[in-house]
């Protein structure tokens, strides 16, 4: 680094022509400039650790799975990854009490199951509003093209059937979500179809 020496003559506080005797002050500053300088091998070291990228995997067949695919594949769970945050959420597997071993590895797989019905979900509704000119309301009456899973489920809180005369019916006065349910392939036929115990 090198050290500036900056000075500057300070303004008389006074009007007029100064005394003869009159010795201007100098204020002096100091700044320092760092000179950079390219550190190589240091450079070098920190692109090495960056680039090293470790993956762990029970796939033992290299020739079907070879790196490339196995770092490709990993990659491409992002939205996968979202949803599993989910399932950590200490608000759904903390009161969780199972001591069984088979009954949690049960619990689990209801568990992917209903995250995997809840991503199709989104997929399907997501899909079916590409190209089109009318959005789905949402909650809040917000309009969107890109809803989420939990938004659309959302819209069909509400739903109710109610048994007459042994015949399933919609009450008259319940607001069917007919968008969403066109979006997902489906009609309020849905509900009125008889479903064994």
């Keep these: ?20 005797d009159w010795v201007p002050e100098v204020k002096r500053f100091y700044s320092i400039r760092p000179k950079l300088q390219r550190d190589e091998d240091a450079i070098r070291k920190r692109k090495s650790r960056l680039s090293c990228f470790v993956l762990v995997t029970n796939i033992l067949d290299k020739k079907a ?29 903390g009161p969780v009490y199972l001591k069984n071993p088979e009954r949690v590895a049960a619990l ?43 938004s659309v489920l959302h819209l069909f809180v509400n739903m109710m059937v109610a048994n007459v005369d042994g015949k399933r019916v919609l009450p008259s006065n319940l607001k069917i979500p007919e968008h969403a349910l066109r979006l997902l392939g489906f009609s309020e036929q849905i509900y009125l179809q008889w479903m064994p115990p």
């Excluded at 209903?114 to 009318?134: D, F, N, T």
């Design 108 to 150: 689990a797989y209801v568990f992917l199951m209903a995250l995997l019905v809840y991503s199709l979900i989104q997929r399907r509704a997501r899909r079916a509003l590409r190209g089109q000119e009318k959005p789905l309301i949402i909650y809040d009456n917000r309009k969107t093209f890109e809803p989420t899973g939990r």
């Design 65 to 93: 799975w070879p790196d490339e695919r196995i770092l490709t594949e990993y990659k491409e769970q992002t939205v996968v990854e979202q949803h599993f945050s989910f399932i950590k959420s200490p608000k759904v597997v």
């Design 1 to 20: 680094y090198e050290v500036i020496v900056d000075e500057s003559i300070a303004k008389r506080a006074s009007r007029g022509r100064p005394p003869q």
